[in-house]
């Protein structure tokens, strides 16, 4: 019996012991700038831009040229000039749920798409008539979760529902989701890195992939950020009103579409872009910022395809039996512009 109690004292003892420990850990990890004051992560790092919750812009790509080669249908090739290609984006965030252990977030997000050739008139493939001023639509939700643990590691998720395509069919054929979930470390209060997974239409064809994310604020001024394979990012923010990016990311979707005249089948447009581009942002006053961005568009995948799943693909490119047009859209230059507004500053508590 004198045993057991000697043992038990010690069992709570070296418990006591290692309590003690782990607030001094997460002691040291607060005045780091790793945890909040409750202990857990804040995932995102000290002096960085404010989060946009509502963003709104406008894209045109003007003068470049459309070449196709019709497998499946006619075995013939054709181009074609194109005068601009204009898009234009609204995308808001709102937070539902903002604890030190739980964020989440809903957004609401549009956008459209639309192609004018030099020549619509003398147009005589029909793929190209059907596509003259064809809007190419996406609206639908997007969930964001953060989930902090205790200490320096953190959960990122992102879920998106929407409709994608001209929307003259059944709509439930239009219906895409993708699903992200990276899991992360902050080193510190100016650092942090994670690994997870993606499911999307990046590459213009659902699709799972490994993510990579890295994040440093490695100067006062000067900051980079990775999402890899889909981005990356340098910053720099001479001032508190004043922040330029250069960029490299890649952009995609797929689109379910109807071709009058061309197809009596709903067909799948895969679309995908590598850009490079420069951004200015600007802070007009507190919450409301306005931005420019200039860059050059490399195409990746144009096709038009009966079939949106990955699996169903053969590789190489190029002898896939489901792509019944292999379409290559010529490098352009490109320019964007427009408005975002974040919280303001009085709202943040840091």
């Known amino acids: 019996m004198r045993y057991s109690l000697v043992l038990l004292f010690a069992f709570f003892l070296h ?3 290692l309590a003690q420990s782990y607030e001094q850990t997460l002691d040291s990890l ?14 995102t790092l000290k002096g960085m831009p404010r989060g946009k919750g509502l963003e709104i812009y406008q894209e045109r790509v003007p003068n470049h040229q459309l070449q196709s080669t019709l497998n499946n249908l006619t075995d013939s090739s054709d181009e074609a000039d194109v005068r601009r290609t204009k898009s234009w984006m609204i995308n808001l965030r709102l937070p539902v749920v903002n604890k030190d252990h739980f964020k989440f977030l809903v957004g609401l997000k549009y956008y459209q798409q639309e192609f004018a050739f030099q020549d619509p008139g003398s147009l005589e493939n029909s793929f190209y008539q059907s596509l003259q001023d064809k809007p190419l639509r996406s609206m639908g939700l997007t969930f964001y979760g953060v989930k902090s643990f205790l200490g320096n590691k953190y959960l ?9 395509g001209d929307f003259r069919a059944d709509l439930d ?19 942090t890195w994670g690994v997870g997974a993606s499911y999307s239409n990046t590459f213009g064809r659902s699709a799972i992939y490994p993510v990579f994310l890295y994040k440093n604020r490695f100067r006062p001024k000067w900051a980079v950020e990775l999402l890899l394979p889909v981005s990356a990012r340098l910053m720099y923010q001479p001032n508190s009103k004043n922040i330029l990016y250069f960029d490299s990311k890649l952009e995609g979707d797929n689109y379910n579409l109807n071709f009058n005249g061309f197809s009596d089948q709903a067909l799948y447009l895969e679309k ?15 919450f409301f910022w306005v931005f420019a961005s200039a860059g050059v568009r490399f195409n990746l995948n144009f096709d038009i395809s009966d079939s949106d799943v990955f699996f169903e693909r053969n590789f190489p490119v190029g002898t896939d039996e ?11 230059f490109f320019f964007r512009f427009g408005f975002f507004i974040v919280p303001p500053r009085k709202w943040l508590n840091d």
Do not use: M, Q, W
């Not at 995908?272 to 006053?285: A, M, Q």
């Open 322 to 332: 489901n792509v019944l047009i292999n379409n290559s859209l010529s490098d352009a």
């Open 272 to 286: 995908s872009d590598f850009k490079s581009l420069l951004t200015y942002e600007r802070e007009v006053y507190d």
């Open 173 to 191: 054929d239009h219906v895409k989701s993708t699903l992200a979930l990276i899991y992360g470390v902050k080193r510190h209060r100016y650092s």
């Open 15 to 17: 418990a006591s012991s």
């Open 30 to 43: 607060f005045l780091a700038g790793i945890c909040t004051e409750t202990g857990f992560t804040i995932p």
């Open 156 to 164: 990122l998720g992102r879920a998106a529902f929407r409709l994608n």
